[in-house]
């Protein structure tokens, strides 16, 4: 037994030599990593490092490329001898036991090719697919669609169209090589760079001229299959359980592509990487190989994994008003959530409701303003349920008063609520997300009083103004990492909010009439939270960065921005 | 305890509230009421009895009535409406019309209310009674919660406070229970209205709007007397029912709903000078909380 790289050279049916390299104990579950156009094995370097720990990893050059052998004629490249290729390698590294493949791009597309041959589960345990659609079934995908065009339909049609540029440059004679040949190989490291926004490794052993070669080579891939499969595609089933990885920011593969997939595959997992095509395997190594460990532990016999990720979203203030309709919303949406309150009885409140919607639903009892206790139940979150896709930092205290009136104290309360306790929930779950490299999702409630000056809320509208602030700075710091963020300005909304706001300068019987005054204005304005939890629901599902969602505070907005005198001057009154 | 007390903090009203009416019915009349109430739910629960899927909310409102008169029902205080499944929530109800029995089929698993008024020589029950066909999880979890509206409504009427204070109380535990408060699409966001017997004028089993002829003029001649002593016949939550609950019989009808499941009971409570209770506690939902105790 060794864990070393080693290498062997198999001969495929079609006598052309594949360069293979092994490594990881022979013992453990057999990978087998395909690359795409115009890359080599070394593409899977970060993956195979990984996956090597508990399986026994196998990646070889295909036909044309890096090692192998080269082919002569374009129709060599055909998928039948490709997947033919692939049989052979897996035959030679694992003749007793069914092989798990992964592979990318054109690797994808070839090993497609092998894994809905019939029979295809005998020697296959299990296929992940990453950005490489089979051709069949993206011929049968474009023919639907232009059978029955609704705009949806021309939209997907035209949006892979527009990805696909290149393949008709492809087919032009001449063209791509001369490109390839005179410059384009030589700067492949800067395109990677610049169009796709990966860091090329260090350590291609290829020089420019041996990349252009194989690039050159490879545009037989596209000459020998393309036209063929797409404009008269077979049919091809497949009993492989598949995984596919959807990238979402893919240049080439739109994500569309995948839909309706089950009709061929229908044992299928689906899991996305916010990630481009090649950042997957050169950025999200580590995301990728734990995607494929799952899947491939999971047909070894290992625990479930559900069919299509589903949703977890955290919520805080989750036991009453806009945090226990949001959570309810997404519970109805088949989300999982998780519901932290101060008050854990309100809070498992809102779990019954959950559950009688469908979810799965849980409740915690946390202070957010409490940053050691946020992290340790982020920690516990995560190791309990995951990590989550889609975070509310939603709790948040009521106070009113003049400046000179709000004692420290009171200042105190509605920052550590208001803003620390966003604060520490962004850090707490933004850090779990971004561990995890899959993305998500941070709505954070500000207020319409963000922006919206008044006499009578200094503390609060500048707690909100902070959540604001802190929304945008978070979304352009988190952009890279495919982590989105939303703030969300309510405006005057029907909420227990109201009954439990403090007032500077006033004694209790004082606060509690003032306290009926205000929750009487609010109710009679009669905002419900659900539509504040579906404008949240919104702004995760379409990304918005700014959302308010009352008349009143879409108003304030406009008027702010025409004219600040005057918001500025109407701050005057004492209104609320 | 005298009367006048609670009345102290109401002098700041713009119109002067006096002395509030004597009780004005003796213990033959609470019986009679009482019976009636009995004859009203005894026919929805028939009525609900024979409900299964397929029949119409019309069908089922019919049904309701005939069975009533068969009973001995003259006259109605309004006529019998059914409401299945989302409609029991009120959902995306735009006009009053849509309160009328409709075509809605009912279907496994919905749930349904039944709300009737019959009046007998005078005498006038108002009743809502809550059900479903099959399973419905939702429908369970607000039955059972309704109790607790029962027991809160008691308790602050008890306590004198005043109704509209008792509506935000009642508005209250719907938010705790994550619910919503239904009975404010009825009109005037009513949770209730004050019952007296109907004087016998003009013709019985006339309806105008759904209400009886009678009603119209009952109602019509409480809305301004009440109105000059400060109070209203009808219970809602806002200037008009601040005011400590009048002597008298009050229909009271906690409408929650949850997603398109909405449930109510609807039944008298008595309110004395100095005490309140339920006119009657063998009831079906009554009944229903203490089987389940």
Same mark, same amino acid.
């Given at each position: 037994?060794? !864990? ?6 198999v ?9 293979v ?68 390698? !897996? ?41 490489g ?11 639907h669609?232009? +059978? ?10 035209a949006g ?32 990677l ?8 490794r ?41 995984q ?25 997992w ?7 095509h ?19 532990a999971?047909?070894?016999?290992g ?22 309709a949001?959570?309810?919303?997404? !519970? ?11 008050d854990?009885e ?52 009521g ?9 420290e ?36 409630l +500000? ?11 200094? !503390? ?48 209790? +019987? ?5 306290r ?32 308010p969602?009352?008349?009143e505070?879409?108003a ?21 | 305890? #005298?009367?006048?007390?609670?009345? #102290? ?7 002067a509230v006096k ?7 003796? #213990? ?5 009421f ?7 739910y ?35 205080f ?13 959902r995306?109800?735009? $006009? ?11 279907e ?28 419905n ?18 308790r ?7 109704l ?20 404010r ?10 019952? $007296? ?19 119209l ?7 301004v007397?009440?109105r ?6 009808l ?10 609950? #009048?002597p ?16 109510k ?7 004395t ?7 009657d ?13």
């Amino acid at each position: 037994m060794t !864990a070393a790289a080693r290498h062997l050279t198999v001969t495929g049916p079609s006598g052309l030599p594949l360069s293979v390299h092994a490594e990881g104990d022979p013992a453990h579950p057999t990978v087998v990593l395909v690359h795409g156009y115009p890359d080599t094995h070394r593409v899977w370097d970060d993956v195979a490092a990984d996956l090597s720990a508990d399986h026994h990893v196998v990646r070889y050059d295909v036909r044309g490329a890096g090692g192998s052998g080269r082919p002569e004629r374009v129709r060599d490249y055909r998928l039948e001898h490709l997947a033919d290729d692939l049989t052979a390698v !897996a035959d030679a590294v694992s003749p007793d036991r069914p092989v798990h493949v992964v592979a990318h791009d054109w690797g994808s597309i070839q090993s497609w090719e092998a894994v809905t041959r019939p029979g295809a589960e005998a020697r296959i345990a299990s296929y992940t697919s990453i950005s490489g659609p089979c051709l069949d079934h993206i011929g049968h995908w474009a023919r639907h669609r232009f +059978a029955r065009p609704t705009p949806r339909h021309l939209a997907q049609l035209a949006g892979q169209a527009a990805h696909s540029w290149y393949i008709v440059a492809f087919h032009l004679p001449g063209l791509a090589p001369l490109a390839w040949q005179h410059g384009l190989a030589a700067r492949w490291d800067s395109v990677l760079r610049l169009v796709e926004g990966v860091t090329p490794r260090a350590g291609d052993p290829r020089s420019a001229r041996e990349l252009a070669g194989d690039a050159v080579r490879g545009i037989g891939l596209y000459r020998a299959n393309m036209l063929p499969r797409l404009l008269n595609p077979g049919q091809r089933p497949t009993l492989v359980p598949v995984q596919t990885i959807t990238l979402t920011e893919d240049n080439y593969v739109s994500p569309a592509l995948t839909e309706g997939l089950e009709r061929w595959a229908p044992q299928l997992w689906r899991r996305t990487i916010p990630v481009g095509h090649w950042g997957a395997l050169l950025e999200k190594g580590t995301t990728v190989a734990r995607m494929v460990r799952e899947f491939t532990a999971h047909h070894e016999g290992g625990p479930a994994l559900p069919r299509a990720p589903r949703r977890l979203v955290v919520l805080t203030g989750a036991g009453s008003g806009i945090g226990r309709a949001t959570a309810l919303a997404f !519970a109805e949406r088949g989300a999982e959530v998780v519901l932290l309150d101060r008050d854990l009885e309100s809070a498992e409140r809102t779990v019954e409701l959950a559950r009688l919607l469908g979810a799965t639903a849980h409740a915690y009892q946390v202070d957010v303003s409490d940053g050691a206790a946020m992290d340790a139940l982020a920690a516990k979150v995560a190791a309990e349920h995951g990590v989550p896709d889609v975070l509310v930092n939603n709790a948040g205290v009521g106070h009113s008063g003049s400046f000179l009136e709000t004692t420290e104290a009171e200042w105190k309360r509605v920052l550590d609520v208001n803003l620390w306790g966003v604060i520490h929930g962004c850090r707490a779950f933004g850090a779990l997300m971004a561990a995890r490299g899959e993305g998500g999702h941070i709505v954070n409630l +500000a207020s319409a009083a963000a922006y919206l000056p008044s006499r009578m809320l200094a !503390a609060y509208a500048t707690s909100k103004a902070g959540v604001s602030m802190l929304s945008d700075c978070l979304r352009a710091e988190l952009a890279g990492q495919g982590i989105k963020v939303s703030a969300i300005y309510p405006g005057i909304v029907n909420t227990n909010i109201t009954r439990s706001t403090t007032f500077s300068g006033l004694d209790d +019987a004082e606060q509690t009439a003032q306290r009926r005054r205000v929750s009487g204005l609010y109710a009679r304005r009669n905002f419900p939270p659900e539509k504040v939890a579906a404008a949240i629901v919104k702004a995760v599902a379409d990304d918005r960065p700014f959302v308010p969602v009352t008349v009143e505070a879409k108003a304030a907005r406009v008027l702010g921005r025409l004219s600040p005198g005057l918001i500025r001057t109407a701050a005057r009154f004492r209104l609320g | 305890m #005298t009367p006048m007390t609670p009345m #102290t903090s109401m002098t700041s009203m713009t119109t002067a509230v006096k002395s509030p009416p004597r009780f004005p019915y003796d #213990t033959q009349d609470l019986d009679r009421f009482r019976e009636l109430q009995q004859l009203a739910y005894g026919c929805a629960e028939s009525v609900a009895a024979w409900l299964a899927p397929g029949v119409t909310e019309r069908e089922a409102a019919g049904r309701l009535r005939r069975e009533l008169v068969a009973a001995g029902v003259q006259d109605f205080f309004h006529i019998p409406f059914a409401w299945f499944g989302d409609r029991t929530a009120f959902r995306h109800f735009r $006009t009053p019309l849509q309160f009328f029995a409709s075509g809605r089929r009912l279907e496994e698993g919905m749930c349904f209310v039944l709300d009737c008024a019959p009046v007998v020589d005078g005498y006038t029950a108002d009743i809502g009674y809550a059900g479903k066909v099959g399973d419905n999880p939702i429908w369970d979890m607000i039955a059972q919660d309704l109790r607790e509206y029962r027991e809160l409504i008691l308790r602050e009427v008890r306590a004198r406070r005043p109704l509209n204070e008792v509506y935000a109380s009642v508005d209250a535990l719907i938010a705790k229970h994550g619910y919503d408060n239904r009975h404010r699409v009825y009109p005037g966001r009513v949770i209730g209205h004050q019952v $007296t017997r109907t004087v016998q004028r003009g013709p019985a089993g006339v309806n105008l709007f759904g209400f009886g002829v009678r009603t119209l003029q009952t109602l019509g001649r409480e809305l301004v007397s009440e109105r000059v002593q400060g109070r209203s016949p009808l219970w809602a939550d806002g200037r008009s029912s601040q005011h400590p609950p #009048t002597p008298g019989l009050w229909a009271v009808e906690p409408h929650v709903g949850f997603r398109d499941v909405g449930l109510k009971f609807e039944e008298l409570l008595v309110v004395t000078e100095d005490d309140a209770y339920w006119l009657d506690d063998d009831l079906p939902h009554v009944r229903r909380w203490e089987q389940s105790r």
